[in-house]
């Protein structure tokens, strides 16, 4: 009986780790090529590549393991990765969300890991790592909590931080427990927490593709000095207003941060810490809540226009971008918007 719980374990992990080789992957053909970052630095892609490619390798050797192998930290590749996961955590981190943050020296102290695994014995060097893990975990929870005065819609994203900070604790608890316990049970977790790290960062973007972008931008709203020293602020919102809204340049599908800026006469910086301090969002939410504002009158306005129609006419590329912005925005789909508006104008 003993047996066959074990090997449908062994089963169960290797779906696990082969899912998070996969993943990890993904996740880092999408940040490199597809995820728009304004100022992105060449840094972020580097720790970014360090982080997903050393957790692929990491799971790699844990999957090999499940189907009969020996065990991972007898592998030096795999301690290796695995020593390097902290720093390449906290390098991403650090410059995926402050992407103009110079380099300092004193940040070499994050390698620590890395050295111990050459100089201590791994009964000392394994609680270190983790105690890393788990503190650059709560780390960048918390960093995400100090920008929620920035963005209403990031107590859900604060949600993902806290679950993946949460395991990050657990993996670090049964480190330190670690002599006292079957080697494979470990195993068997950290897989499982890796997997729902990188399932909640695809569930994340998939819910929030510009999720790392809105972040960044309000990162350097908060932390970063200020780009709007000199310029008429109210002057600029009101011509921001006009530009977007009464000559609709959300009707523009190619809208960009830099195109606005420069029919604004402002630098894109000093156009994202504008929308960011005073408007409570990111620009691309911004744009998303102008065309969804006008879809909104659309819908209500023109009963015969096909929600397709209003979609292209509001600026979306697809009719499920669509979808998807107006539900996030309010709620609802734009077929039932649509539905309620015209019941509650209809007299009783």
Known sequence: MHLDAQANMDTISIAI????????????????????????????????????????????????????????????????????????????????????EPFRPVALFHLLPVVLLFVAPIEI??????????????????????LRAQRKQFRFEFFYFIVMAALAVLVLILGFALPFMDDAFFYHFYSSA?????????????????????????ARARYGTSTLGGIDVDACL???????????AYQNEGLSLASLA??????????????????????????????VEAAKSLLVSAPSQSILSISIDTGFRSQSAFYAAFKEVTGQSPGDYRKRARNSSTPE
Not at 198 to 209: C, D, E, S
Not at 264 to 291: A, D, K, P, W
Request: proline share 5%; hydrophobic share 50%; with cysteine.
């Open 238 to 248: 009101k011509k921001l207003h006009e530009t977007m809204v009464v000559a609709k």
């Open 17 to 100: 780790a082969g899912f998070s080789v996969v993943s990890a992957l993904l996740l880092l053909l999408i940040y490199a090529c597809f995820v728009d970052v304004p100022g992105k630095s060449p840094h972020s892609i580097v720790w970014c590549a360090s982080l997903l490619l050393g957790l692929a390798v990491v799971q790699s050797y844990q999957l090999r393991y499940f189907m009969g192998g020996t065990p991972p930290l007898d592998e030096f590749v795999y301690r290796l990765a695995l020593f390097a996961l902290p720093a390449s955590f906290f390098f991403f981190g650090r410059w995926a969300l402050q992407p103009t």
């Open 125 to 146: 060097a394994l609680p270190v790592l983790l105690s890393f893990g788990a503190g650059y975990s709560i780390w960048l929870g918390s960093f995400v909590y100090g």
């Open 262 to 291: 420069e029919e604004l006469g402002i630098s894109g910086h000093q156009l994202s810490e504008l929308v960011n301090t005073r408007l409570g969002m990111g620009f691309s939410r911004y744009v998303r809540e102008c065309r």
């Open 194 to 218: 890796i997997a729902v790290g990188l399932a909640i960062m695809i569930v994340a973007l998939i819910a929030n593709p510009t999720l790392i972008g809105d972040l960044s931008e309000a």
